[in-house]
């Protein structure tokens, strides 16, 4: 057993299984409806908190437009899809990335679960080509909607990493590549590890603070 693999292992002991936003996001299998607000999430979760992200989702919620099909037909009403995702922050930009996800979701694939059915280097390749979606929102919806092989790295992993001394380089490709090369190729083990990294960082950033 390596140090990722055994990193794991200790995380997995510690926390069990992923709570809180991670309860839905590691869920196996998940409904269609639950895929698409994982991909709302993940879009919406660039630059806020996720207590911020929930009261936009809970809004998307009440007015039932929780689905990609429904924000498509939000494309003549922008300004109401911003009120609605307004406390996550930056919601001009978000809300333009929402439309633009879904425009290419219906228009190119008919749904989400088409689009999954691509290889995983096209469907990442594709994500990149949208309007504000960088490789750490790619690779969310890609894993925890999509049940796809693939790491996610965003700040917590890269702490980590440096605190592990697991790397040399903390460039996005690098440590992906190193976490995939150094775990068994499991969409499940890749999701519930992350999902426990981010519980770990997070439990560390408020004991600082405190």
């Not at 996001?25 to 660039?46: D, S």
């Amino acid at each position: 057993m390596n140090t990722f693999e055994k990193l794991y292992k200790k995380l997995k002991r510690k926390y069990g299984c992923p709570k809180g936003q991670w309860s839905l996001w590691c869920k196996r299998p998940k409904t269609k409806k639950e895929k698409e607000e994982v991909v709302m999430g993940a879009i919406l979760a660039q630059r806020t908190n996720w207590k911020n992200v929930e009261l936009a989702l809970e809004n998307l919620r009440k007015e039932g437009v929780l689905l990609i099909e429904k924000i498509y037909q939000l494309k003549n009403r922008k300004k109401f899809l911003e009120k609605l995702i307004r406390p996550s922050g930056f919601y001009k930009q978000k809300a333009k990335r929402l439309l633009k996800f879904s425009e290419f979701i219906i228009k190119k694939h008919k749904s989400l679960e088409n689009f999954f059915k691509q290889d995983l280097e096209i469907c990442r390749k594709e994500l990149l080509e949208i309007y504000g979606i960088g490789p750490e929102t790619a690779d969310s919806i890609l894993l925890y909607a999509g049940d796809l092989p693939i790491f996610v790295i965003d700040e917590y992993t890269r702490r980590l990493a440096k605190k592990r001394k697991l790397a040399k380089k903390f460039s996005y490709d690098h440590l992906q590549k190193l976490f995939q090369e150094n775990l068994p190729k499991s969409f499940k083990i890749y999701q519930d590890f992350h999902a426990l990294i981010v519980m770990e960082g997070k439990r560390i950033t408020k004991r600082v603070a405190n």
